[in-house]
């Protein structure tokens, strides 16, 4: 019989699936649902900086009281923070999966004591979501990758439990940018992250938001990063997100090399009983494969498992298509 059990940032999952970080978790009901189905952990919803500034800056800018809005600023600041250190708390206090917390930030100031708070709290892992949009043409593409890399050097000061980074898809070379992370004490990295994308309603004639959940085909993308950098850095673990939306691609990416991979559109359209389905999908294909444990398997098919590592490395469709008319 198949076990599923597993590791990930040095802990232990009863699956692979993680629901990963959203509003589906930020009820302490939910989560209870999650592990009940089967789900490996969970990551909480995060903590926003961006979110807190808005809040911040929208209390200045309509109040002439100075000393009101610094004691305005600083509530709403610890309210946003206190309600996510109770989430923290209460999950840990409900479920026996790992709890992991997830901040959303824009700097490396502020995040160290929030950082502190939610170690404090218990949360068994942290993980980090950081995305600079490049706007500035006369800014080397470095210079943004070093915010990463400062943000990783001040928490490993102030925090013990392990820290994931939750990368965007857009990096020049996002192995480089693991590798730094690694360096820098990173335990694992989530390829990759999903922003928030504009589009443009033609007949209202104005920027909307674009869809908010992800397509099976995007599972292409991360496949191949995840593959490959499983491969060059087996030093840090892997957790493979976005395009996950039945078993099969779950056993896609475990092949590929990824510790555990991180599931949340599906889940908002199928609901938290689609975790039960895809594990059991994962079950049923091992059973039928003869492997008796995740890591019977994992990574036999990432780009230094296979024949013709070219596969994963090729970018051109030149092969495939030059034949089409």
Not at 216 to 244: F, K, M, N, Q
Not at 247 to 258: Q, T
Request: charged share 20%.
């Amino acid at each position: 019989m198949a076990k599923l059990e597993t590791s990930y940032l040095g802990l232990s999952l009863r699956s692979p699936l993680i629901v990963s970080s959203s509003g589906l978790n930020s009820s302490v009901d939910r989560i209870k649902k999650y592990q009940e189905f089967g789900a490996g952990a969970i990551v909480l919803k995060s903590l926003f900086e961006e979110q807190i500034l808005h809040e911040v800056n929208h209390l200045e800018k309509y109040s002439d009281y100075t000393e009101a809005t610094d004691y305005l600023k600083h509530y709403v600041s610890a309210n946003n923070v206190q309600e996510y250190i109770n989430l923290i708390k209460n999950a840990k206090q409900s479920v026996d999966i790992p709890v992991i917390a997830s901040i959303n930030c824009l700097s490396d100031n502020q995040w160290l004591s929030f950082a502190s708070r939610i170690q404090e709290a218990g949360a068994d892992a942290l993980e980090v979501n950081i995305y600079y949009l490049p706007l500035d043409p006369k800014r080397k593409a470095e210079e943004y990758e070093q915010v990463y890399n400062s943000i990783a050097e001040k928490l490993q000061k102030v925090i013990t439990i392990p820290v994931a980074y939750k990368l965007g898809s857009h990096f020049t070379n996002p192995l480089n940018v693991v590798e730094h992370l690694r360096y820098r004490g990173a335990k694992g990295v989530v390829l990759f992250n999903r922003f928030f994308e504009p589009d443009i309603d033609i007949h209202a004639m104005k920027v909307v938001p674009a869809d908010i959940f992800s397509n099976p085909s995007d599972l292409r993308y991360t496949l191949r990063w995840v593959a490959i950098a499983s491969h060059l850095i087996p030093e840090i673990d892997i957790s493979a997100s976005t395009g996950v939306h039945d078993g099969e691609a779950l056993v896609k990416m475990l092949l590929a090399g990824a510790k555990s991979v991180q599931v949340c559109s599906a889940i908002y359209r199928n609901g938290p009983k689609h975790i039960e389905v895809m594990l059991n999908t994962l079950t049923e294909w091992m059973n039928q494969k003869g492997f008796k444990t995740i890591s019977d398997f994992r990574g036999k098919l990432n780009v230094g498992s296979i024949a013709d590592p070219t596969q994963y490395e090729r970018s051109q469709f030149m092969k495939y298509f030059s034949n089409y008319e």
